[in-house]
Nanobody, 124 residues
């Protein structure tokens, strides 16, 4: 019954790269705002990035700006988060979230649907 599924997490060395994917079996993502959030143990959930349903609005947290890139492939019904120059502080469970509206938000309460999360570990 989970509407969203994340994949692509894993273990990577500092400075390395990972690409996370968010896919859906329940609806077409092109009509939904998609946000990426992360949560490290003992810390609050943090908004990382967002892409609007019209591909006209993008959002990045200051901590990842210039190193992370969010994009859509509507033919594959998938949203990606390309993560480059990874730092140890990026270690967290990453979640994909969706909501039926147009514009981006970094508030987790603004997103109705959530994936199960995928673990990203940045360590040497």
């Amino acid at each position: 019954q989970v509407p969203l599924v994340e994949s692509g997490g894993g273990l990577v060395q500092p400075g390395g790269s990972l690409r996370l994917s968010c896919s859906s079996f329940g609806f077409r993502l092109e009509y939904y705002v998609i946000g990426w959030f992360r949560q490290a143990p003992g810390k609050e959930r943090e908004g990382v990035s967002c892409i609007s349903s019209r591909d006209s609005s993008l959002m990045y947290a200051d901590s990842v700006k210039g190193r992370f890139t969010i994009s859509r492939d509507n033919a594959k019904n998938t949203v990606y988060l390309q993560m480059d120059s990874l730092k140890p502080e990026a270690t967290a469970v990453y979640y994909c979230a969706a909501d039926f509206r147009s514009y981006c938000s970094d508030a987790d309460g603004d997103f109705e649907f959530w994936g199960q999360g995928t673990q990203v570990t940045v360590s040497s």
